[in-house]
């Protein structure tokens, strides 16, 4: 997993923008995973970001870079607190509820579409999506939007920008570790 990978994939949440983000990575194996999962860790932590696998099949895994502080203030809020009651998640730290999310994506054929809550997305629209089957909503951008359109086009259009300041700065030779924003505790 490279360091060009994480930003085209993760730039708003290196930012400070964003909750996580989530990508598919190929590994020749799970130790090769494990090692660069390690080592991503300790080179993002200290600014507040995590590394974690989510699931590895067939020499590919769903990474989790995330900031462990936003994740936290986004599963107490209440809609997402009752959206993760109704999908069967239990009651607790968001550690607890991350594992469970995992124990999901290893036992279930369906993705499971509450992991919006785990990306930052606005609770209003991860409940429109699961009610409305995908469908019915207003408009599509990093997510379907089934709430306030305006405010998630502009949250969109910072995203995009963010991605190609932080491409463009990573060609032009600045290291990951400087383009991530400390977190903010």
Known sequence: ????????????????????????????????????????????????????????????????????????????????????????????????TLAWLIKRLGSSTVFPHEVGLFLGYPPEDVRGFIENKAANYKYVGTWKVYGDVDASRRTFQRYKKCTEVYCREHRRGTSIERLTVAGRE
Do not use: Q
């Open 1 to 96: 997993m490279s360091e060009g990978t994480i930003i085209l994939h993760c730039s708003p949440t290196l930012a400070g923008m964003k909750t996580g983000n989530m990508f598919w990575s190929d590994f020749v194996d799970e130790a090769e995973m494990r090692d660069s999962v390690r080592h991503w860790n300790r080179l993002l932590s200290r600014k507040g970001i995590c590394v974690l696998p989510l699931t590895f099949h067939d020499g590919r895994a769903l990474i989790y870079v995330y900031r462990p502080s936003l994740l936290d203030r986004d599963l107490k809020d209440s809609e997402a607190a009752r959206i993760l009651a109704k999908c069967g998640y239990p009651d607790g730290p968001s550690g607890r």
